[in-house]
């Protein structure tokens, strides 16, 4: 919401050494290079806005020790340099079964919060904004099984599902991931489990893994299941995945709460 109003310049007016500032500066920046290079890739426009907010970025992470903002922009940026173009998008990999990538960036991210959601959301993004489904699968294969129980992280997969779905020509044949392919039940069960692990620790996954967690279980006709995150989640709803699932994702979400709650009796 800052970048649409002129909170930033009265913020800096008054408190121009806030430390909160930067940060603020460095966030807006990367959403809207973001924004307009998703939309009109290579455009002078999108070209400069790049460029300020990596300015943004280094300015913060010169004056912001410790802190992972600045390079979880970085690594947001990434998503644009879809050829690797720039040193720090093509580093080796930590494990030899991954191909290069921004890995230095994902590294300063992980170093004051090694297992923050964001820095590997990020990372799953570079790779599909790259449509390298096969990399994005090994990384989440690679890092997930150490993640720590109960975390958001083993949503991770989950995106990856509707990814696949969103980009497929034939619906219905994708569909059927959910259902007849085993690997990804059982993934989607795994994921449940974690969630209650967390609810058992006095923590909640945030509003658009859970939404992600009930379309997920179903999808994959664990319906009961399905009714107990919708439960949890109620009053709050994310538009996610549901509008990448359907034209009318209002109409899609209702079906699936309809159809769970009712299996739940």
Known sequence: MAGHNDVLRHW???????FGLT????????????LAGQRQPDSRDAVALEGGARQWCWL???????????????????????????????????????????????????RTDPWGRE???RMLRFWLARNEVGPATEFLATYLPSAPGGSALHALPLYLYVDRYRRAERKEAVQLQWT???????TVLRAFGHWRAALAQGSR??????????????????????????????????????QNLADRPGDLLRQAMNQSYAMAG
């Open 23 to 34: 940060t603020l500066h460095a966030r807006v920046a990367v959403d809207q290079a973001l």
């Open 180 to 186: 007849d392919d085993e690997t990804v039940r059982d």
């Open 119 to 121: 820095a590997f959301h």
């Open 60 to 110: 913060a992470a010169s004056v912001l020790g410790g802190d992972p903002v600045p390079w979880l922009g970085l690594l947001t940026l990434a998503q644009l340099d879809l050829q690797q173009a720039r040193f720090e998008h093509k580093v080796s990999a930590p494990d030899q079964m991954l191909p290069p990538g921004p890995w230095g960036l994902f590294d300063q991210a992980r």
């Open 205 to 242: 996954w945030p509003v658009t893994d859970e939404s992600h967690l009930a379309h997920a279980l179903w999808a994959s006709r664990q319906r009961q299941e399905a009714a107990e995150v919708f439960s949890e989640m109620d009053p709050f709803i994310s538009l996610q995945p549901w």
């Open 12 to 18: 800096g007016s008054e408190e121009p050494a806030a």
